[in-house]
Nanobody
Framework: QVQLVESGGGLVQAGGSLRLSCAAS????????MGWFRQAPGKEREYVAA?????????YYADSVKGRFTISRDNARTTVYLQMNSLKPEDTALYYC????????????????WGQGTQVTVSS
């Protein structure tokens, strides 16, 4: 099994930046892809960004964050980061780290392990 622990959430004004981190432990050698999802109150959990492939480490983004957020990972492929710039109030949500062992984590059904979530609040 893979365990995920997020950090880096907080309160920021619109236009500001935050950096989220997610550290994986356990059977990390099984991890093919890692990514981020978010869930706002009263809404479904939605995909934000993913990075994956054993060698390529290609990055993928939801249209709503493209150009503002950047996903990256360390060389050991056990920590993934989400740099969030130009934050908007609509980015306010609980952000979850996700790991997949089979394919890129584009959707909830692709995820094999979840973190506990970290809150991001953007004030207007």
């Amino acid at each position: 099994q893979v365990q995920l622990v997020e950090s880096g959430g907080g309160l920021v004004q619109a236009g500001g930046s935050l950096r989220l981190s997610c550290a994986a432990s356990g059977r990390t050698f099984d991890v093919y892809s890692m990514g981020w999802f978010r869930q706002a109150p009263g809404k479904e959990r939605e995909y934000v960004a993913a990075i994956g492939g054993w060698r390529t480490g290609s990055a993928y983004y939801a249209d709503s964050v493209k150009g503002r957020f950047t996903i990256s990972r360390d060389n050991a492929r056990t920590t993934v980061y989400l740099q969030m710039n130009s934050l908007k109030p609509e980015d306010t949500a609980l952000y979850y780290c996700a790991a997949g062992t089979r394919r890129i984590v584009f959707g909830i059904n692709d995820v094999d392990a979840w973190g506990q979530g970290t809150q991001v609040t953007v004030s207007s």
